[in-house]
Each structure stands twice: as C-alpha cells, then as structure tokens.
C-alpha cells in the first residue's frame, strides 16, 4: 500500500512539474492587457532640417542596462525593430556603458522595475530611462535636467527621455512571455520617439 502511494504522489509530482515548468522557460502568452505610459522627451536638432537623418549609420551602438531577464527581452526587440529602420544600421550590443561611441548610440536603462506575474494574472510598473545621440556623445544623461552640449556645428540629434510604463494582464502567459509583452510596449515607444 505504501508503495502504490508513493508511486502516486511521484505522479502526480511529475505531472505538476510537467504542466508548470513551460511557464518560466518557453514565452507564450494569450491574455488581455491595459497598458498605460506617460513619458517626456526633450531633444537637441543642431545643423540639419527637421526630418533629415543626422549621421545616418551604418552601424548603431546599443546598450541596455537592467535586470537580466527583462535587459535580454528589451534587447532582442529593440535590435530587431531597429535594425529594420533606415538610418540605424547594424545594432551593435555595447556590454559595457560608456559615455561616447565611435557611432550613433542608444543607451536604455530599466531604472525601475517591479513586475507581479502569475499564469493567469500579471502586472507591471516600469521606469525607462533613454539617451540616444548620433555623434555617440550620451555624457547628457548624467546631467539632470538634461543639459546638452554642441561644441562644433556637424550635424546630430540627441535625445533624452524618460518612460513610466503600468501594465493589467488577465489571461493565460509564461513569465518570458509576459516579459516579452512588456519589452514590445516599451521598445514601441522608443522607436517612435526616435523616428519622431
């Protein structure tokens, strides 16, 4: 008797690890979400007419500083879509932050992040932080308010911003799933703001 029982509850232990482990490793999600932002922008157009792309690249420098499973959704995103505008180039990660680059550079920080996330219910609070310049130069973002410097007259855009993300999700999602729902709002954003 013993042993049936423990055969059962090695069972039924099994089944459990089965149904649940997808849900931390493998990203799916089919849920309804109300996602709010508020964000600010201030930009810096020195030399070029309003819409013209300043330095267009052939490669763009991109650094994503956060927590790791979130960073590495962020991250993939934001290559993907902005590999796909023209003016940026090939996205080159950049591992560790600096200051300047050699070549456009974007650099997101996840200042805040506090997400709640079960199978069926989810929800976030996220500060994004954003430094972009097409001459490389962010030393900016360290200046608060943002304070920039133009010290020749080529040509470049530098942008500072900040995002406040909330998010609702109700319905059925893995936490990378959820996590990458997240990243596309937020990569959203940016890639607006930056084509804007």
Do not use: C
């Amino acid at each position: 008797m013993k042993q049936k029982r423990l055969i059962l509850i090695v069972i039924i232990t099994l089944s459990v690890v089965a149904l649940v482990a997808p849900f931390g490793w493998v990203s799916f999600r089919a849920a309804y979400s109300r996602t709010g932002r508020d964000s600010t922008m201030v930009t810096s157009n020195v030399g070029a007419q309003p819409g013209q792309i300043k330095n267009p690249a052939e490669t763009t420098g991109l650094h994503v500083a956060g927590e790791e499973l979130f960073q590495r959704s962020l991250q993939a995103d934001l290559i993907r879509r902005l590999q796909q505008v023209p003016g940026f180039g090939q996205i080159q990660p950049i591992s560790d932050p600096v200051d300047q680059a050699e070549f456009p550079y974007l650099f997101v920080e996840i200042a805040r992040k506090d997400i709640f996330w079960t199978p069926a219910y989810g929800r976030a609070e996220l500060e994004i932080k954003i430094a972009y310049a097409s001459n490389g130069d962010i030393s900016f973002r360290h200046s608060e308010p943002t304070a920039f410097h133009n010290e020749n007259e080529a040509p470049s855009i530098k942008r500072s911003g900040k995002y406040k993300f909330t998010d609702v999700s109700w319905g059925i999602m893995s936490l990378p799933g959820y996590h990458d729902y997240l990243a596309s709002q937020v990569a959203t954003a940016i890639l607006a703001d930056l084509q804007d």
